[in-house]
Each structure stands twice: as C-alpha cells, then as structure tokens.
C-alpha cells in the first residue's frame, strides 16, 4: 500500500514540475530562448496571491482570476520592451538578458518583501483526503488538477485554433510563417503571454501549500528544466511525460533509497539524457 | 591628436594603450594600502581581485572558447574544500594546498569535460547546472568533509598556515595571484592557442572543418580554466577562515563570474579586470549606502545594468563589436 502512496504522490508533485516545464518549453520551442527568470515568474505569482490574501482577504483560488490575467500582461510587455529586442541575437547576449531579469526581478521582491517566509493561512483548498487507504494532500492535488487542465487546454489551442496553429508555424519555421503573413512579433509576444500566464497559475496554486521566500525559483527553474531536457524540448506530451518521470523518480528514489540524495538522482538522469538521448523521449 | 601624442611617446612599445590599463591597476592597487587603512575599503579591493582571478579562469573556458559553464562554482568550491581538508586533516600548507585544489579543480573538470563536450550551446550549459547543484548536495551530505556544518580553519595565524589577522598580507598575496592569472590568459590570448580558441567560439563546425581538434582545445580550456578558479578557491576559503556548502557552492557565484566577464567583454584580458572593478564596488557600496544586507538594491542595480548591457552593448565595454 505505501508503495501506491509514493507513486501517487511522485505523479501529482510531477505534474506541479511538468506545467512549470511546459511554460518554459513553450517559449524555447517558439523561439529558441532558454528563460532563466520563469523561476522568478513563478515566485512573483505567488507573491501576489499572498498580498491579495494578506491585504483584501482573497483566497487563492478567486486570486486566479487576478493573477493569471496580470501575468499575461506581464509576459506580454516583457517580451515587447525587453525580449523583442534580443530575438536575433546571438546566444550570450540571450542567456545573459534572461540572467539579467532573473536577478532584478528576485531582488525586487527581495526589496518588497524581505528574507523572511511567508505562508497563505487557511486556503479553501486544505487538508487531506482518503481514498480507499491512499491519502491525498487536497492543496496539492487541485494544482495537478490545474496543471493536467492547463496542458488540455493548450493542446486544444495549439491545435483546434486559427491562432493556436499560426504559433506552430511560426515555431516550425520563421520565414514561413512570415511568407503566410503571420505577425510572427505578434505570435512571439502571444507565446510570452502564455507562457507566464501558465506559471503564475501554478504558482498560485503551488502557495495554497508551500512557504514563499524570495529565492524559490531556482528549485522549481532547474527541476522544470531537467523535465523539459527529459520529454524533448519545444514538445507539450514531453513536458507532461518528463515532468511526471522526475516526480515518480524524486519520490520513489526518495522513500526507497536515500531521502537526501533524491534531487541528485533527478539531475543524474537530466545529465544522462543530455549525453545519451539529447533530443528527448519525445521529439517534435 | 592622437597620433601626435603617439609619435610624442615613440620610447614606448608600439601598442603602449593596450597597457596601460594594466600599468594604472598595479600602480594604483599598489599604493591603495598607504591611502586606505580601514579594513571595508581594502576588502572591497581584495575582493576585486578574488573576482578578477575567477572571471580571467572563467574566460578561457566562456569567452575565449564560447563554452558557456554556468557551474563554474563547483569548482570553486572544491579548490576551496581540497585546501581546507589538507589543511586541517593533514596539516599541508596552504602554500601546496591552494594548488593542490586547483589541481582538484582540474581534474575533475576533465572527467567532467570528457563526456559533456559533446553537448553545444544551451545544453552545454545546462549540463554544467545539473553538475553543480549534484555537487552541492552530495557536499551538504557528505559526513567526511564537515556536511553541512562546514570546517573551521585552525586559528593559528602563521606564514605556514596562510593565516593572518590582519587584510594587507592577504590584499598583496591576492594581488600577486590576480596578476598573475591575468599574464596567464595575456599568454593565452597571443599564443596560437588563443587564436584556436576564437576560432572555436566563432564557428565550432567551421573550426573542425579545418582540422582544428576542437575537443583536444576544448579540454585544453577547461582544465586552465577551472585550476585557476580553482585557486580562488582556496584562496577564498583561507581568508574568510570558514567554509561550508552554502557559501563554497552557491548557484548566485556561477552567474556572478559570468555576468563579470560578460561587463567587461569576454574574450578580452581586459574585460573580467574592468567587469570585476565594476561589479564589486556596485554591489559592495550600494549595500553599504541604501540600507544594508535586507534590502538588495545591489542586486536590483546589477540586474539592470546586465540587461542594457546585453541589449545595447552585448560584446561588454571592451570587447570588440562583431558584424
């Protein structure tokens, strides 16, 4: 029995990493660009949920009406005044652009918020519950919930839609795109939107059960890359599959064998794929 | 003008402007003990050597053969271990040790060289982000070498165990060490070596379509590149006196020796000096000056001043600009 209950809960922690995956697999795939600051995307989200807790009494579930439309915006406009600027570049500059953001935008909150951390009181989402002897954490399975809506929901878009299939193309290939008169700046921009829109829902989610503290990206940023390398990047089915594999690895490795060298197991396999398979289990 | 004051100053060698920044940085750091006697002012300097000695090792590796490691930390952190472990279990001088744990440092880089070479770009990277944060953890971890507590240096202060109370002996023994890594990638940068290496960084398949042996070079950097970090190290470790996983192996200091270099213009000898005279006293003054260690608007300011810098000046202040 308590096998089940490692896999379980290995499979709704994977699918919290695989929707962080997928937003950053999102922007690599579209346009070639490795974002370093989707952790400090995240750890903004959950800050904002917490002030609308602390401050007008939200809870975090009616904060997702605030905090996914905001974040939007925000990846929208980060695009337009910052990357929009550095998509010819050549890959220094890229990596540096999103280290650059990556620190002002913790230190920010570092700023706002100090060191100190911080936790949502009572959320609707709480608690625990029983099903047939397996327990389940109810905070953290209503984030695998969302996050299994969130990778339908984009699957739906990137194939049902006119504008879905025009952010494919312009994946696929730019100049073709461009030769479709598809606004590809446009498409860029749509893809940042998306993508961060997708991360503070996670977030907001991920603070109904986790401490926030300033420099909480970086676990979720590198667990979340060792996802997308696992799956294959640019591949939504990749970053659901690498995701859930990391989890399933991080617990299962993590009960049986050796609790405190669980995320070096993680990093092993995220080495051995690159080395051995570096185009993933599932290539685009 | 120019040219007049050139043909003005013919006893001096041919490209004389090429050093005088080098000239002005050991006469001013120099005669910098004789101004300043208080304590904050000369580690602010000691640290821009600390940096400078890192961001040169980086260099080789980063700017000269375009392999962007973003682990540099691990190796960091095992020159400082290899040292202090000598040092308190064995009671091998530091004088051996620090480059004994470059030598670590190497080493080790080599095994890791050996398969990671074969990844390009973005993968490259993040392979050396996974084998930083694995190192890290198994440290915390690992009983032998002081888990996560760490290890004390004996507080004998002697020539024998590279322990001072005072800052000046560490300020020029830093300062030696600083010149010398720079004279390290200056020999680099004007041997055929060097002219291998950018032609690596320019265009790897074009490099290799030549008959360069890329990964032969490749490994060549890495292990230059990673003994020097290595010394800083060990340098670090014996002048704060303390070490433990948190402060020998933080993800922060592999971005700070890039963003570093990245200032200065990589693949330059100038550029890590000029990056690490500017990043220190940022981050060190501002600190001081708006509030303290709870605030970061260090941190805030840095990270702006990288993203201007990556869009408007990306090869850094001296590098040089690529059509």
């Known amino acids: 029995m308590v096998e089940f209950q490692v896999i379980i809960n290995g499979l709704i922690e994977g699918c919290i990493f695989a929707v962080i995956a997928l937003s950053l697999t999102l922007i690599w795939g579209v346009m070639q660009i490795v974002n370093f600051s989707q952790g400090e995307y995240l750890m903004l989200s959950m800050y904002l949920t917490y002030v609308l807790w602390n401050f007008f009494g939200f809870d975090p579930l009616i904060s997702l009406l605030v905090t996914v439309p905001v974040f939007f915006a925000f990846g929208y406009f980060t695009y337009k005044v910052l990357i929009s600027r550095i998509i010819g570049a050549s890959f220094f500059p890229q990596i540096l652009t999103t280290f650059g953001l990556m620190i002002f935008l913790r230190y920010v909150a570092f700023n706002i918020f100090g060191p100190n951390f911080r936790r949502i009181l009572n959320p609707i989402v709480e608690g625990r519950i029983s099903v047939s002897g397996i327990y389940l954490d109810t905070a953290k399975l209503c984030t ?141 | 003008m120019f040219h007049k004051i050139q043909s003005h100053l013919h006893f001096l060698p041919k490209n004389w402007l090429t050093y005088l920044p080098f000239g002005c940085f050991l006469i001013f750091s120099l005669i910098f003990p004789l101004f300043f006697k208080g304590s904050f002012n000369r580690n602010v300097m000691i640290f821009i050597f600390l940096y400078t000695i890192m961001a040169e090792g980086w260099n080789i590796l980063g700017g000269y053969a375009g392999q962007l490691s973003v682990g540099h930390v691990v190796f960091f952190g095992i020159g400082g ?44 990277a993040l392979a050396t982000i996974g084998l930083a944060e694995i190192t890290r953890i198994s440290c915390s971890h690992w009983k032998a070498i002081g888990g ?150 260090d941190y805030i300011i840095i990270g702006l001043i990288v993203v201007i810098l990556a869009i408007k000046r990306p090869e850094g202040l001296v590098g040089l600009r690529r059509s």
Request: proline share 3%; with cysteine; glycine share 12%.
């Open chain 2, 81 to 124: 271990y290899t040292n202090s472990l000598l040092l308190v279990n064995w009671g091998v001088t530091p004088w051996v040790g620090i480059f004994l744990g470059g030598t670590a440092a190497a080493g080790i880089s080599a095994l890791i060289g050996l398969p990671c070479f074969r990844l390009r770009g973005h993968f490259f």
């Open chain 1, 144 to 284: 695998a919930i969302v996050a299994i809506i969130g990778f339908v929901a984009l699957t739906w878009f990137m194939t049902k839609t006119k504008t879905g299939k025009a952010l494919q193309t312009t994946a696929q290939d730019r100049e073709v795109a461009l030769s479709f008169g598809i606004d590809v700046e446009k498409m860029y921009a749509l893809a940042w939107g998306i993508s961060i829109a997708l991360v503070a829902m996670a977030g907001t989610f991920i603070s109904t059960f986790r401490y926030m503290d300033p420099s909480l990206g970086d676990a979720f940023l590198l667990l979340a890359f060792a996802s997308v390398i696992l799956g294959g990047t640019g591949s939504i089915a990749g970053a659901l599959l690498g995701g859930v594999i990391i989890g399933l690895v991080e617990n299962l490795f993590g009960f049986f064998v050796f609790p405190a060298y669980k995320i070096v197991m993680v990093y092993i396999i995220f080495i051995l794929t690159l080395l051995l398979k570096p185009e993933g289990l599932i290539k685009e």
């Open chain 2, 148 to 297: 996560a507590i760490g290890i004390t240096l004996p507080m004998e202060f002697n020539l024998y165990n590279f322990l001072w109370r005072g800052k000046l002996p560490y300020y020029y023994i830093f300062l030696a060490f600083t010149l010398t890594s720079i004279l390290v990638v200056f020999i680099i940068d004007r041997s055929r070596m060097g002219l291998y290496l950018k032609a690596l960084n320019q265009d790897q398949d074009a490099a290799e379509s030549f008959g360069l042996n890329v990964f032969k070079y490749k490994m060549i950097a890495i292990v230059i590149s990673t003994f020097i970090t290595g010394i800083a190290g060990g340098l670090y470790a014996q002048y704060v006196q303390y070490i433990d996983p948190q402060s020998m192996f933080p993800f922060m200091i592999s971005i700070e020796i890039i963003i570093v270099v990245l200032i200065g213009g990589r693949g330059t000898v100038l550029g890590p000096l000029l990056g690490a005279i500017i990043f220190v006293p940022l981050s060190e003054y501002t600190r001081t000056y708006l509030g303290g260690l709870a605030k970061g608007y």
